[in-house]
């Protein structure tokens, strides 16, 4: 049993940064590739980046690709999103997730004003 917690949601401005964490109980954390997906009102969620478990691959939606940077500290159990030159497009409820499994947070939200 894997439980993942979002922190680190806000407001924020267009054009400003926010680092999103995703804390994971459990000692298995390490064999999951690990993903960020969100979801803005209205809309399907979509998948936002992905790390493999030993941070080898990182995969992005073209979307936020240069922008936002995914990583993950297996020491510390937490997956992190970086996220920067925010637009008002990214403004939604961000979930972190261990990819292809039903292991999924609760969400944060992320408000980014124009």
């Known amino acids: 049993q894997v439980q993942l917690v979002e922190s680190g949601g806000g407001l924020v401005q267009t054009g400003g940064s926010l680092r999103l964490s995703c804390a994971a109980s459990g000692s298995i954390f390490t064999i999951y590739t690990m993903g960020w997906y969100r979801q803005a009102p209205g809309k399907q969620r979509e998948l936002v980046a992905t790390?493999?478990?030993?941070?080898?691959?990182?995969n992005y939606a073209d979307s936020v690709k240069g922008r936002f940077t995914i990583s993950r500290d297996n020491a510390k159990n937490t997956v992190y999103l970086q996220m920067n030159s925010l637009k008002p497009e990214d403004t939604a409820v961000y979930y972190c997730t261990a990819y292809g499994t039903t292991y999924w947070g609760q969400g944060t939200q992320v408000t980014v004003s124009s």
């Open positions: 790390i493999t478990s030993r941070s080898k691959t990182t």
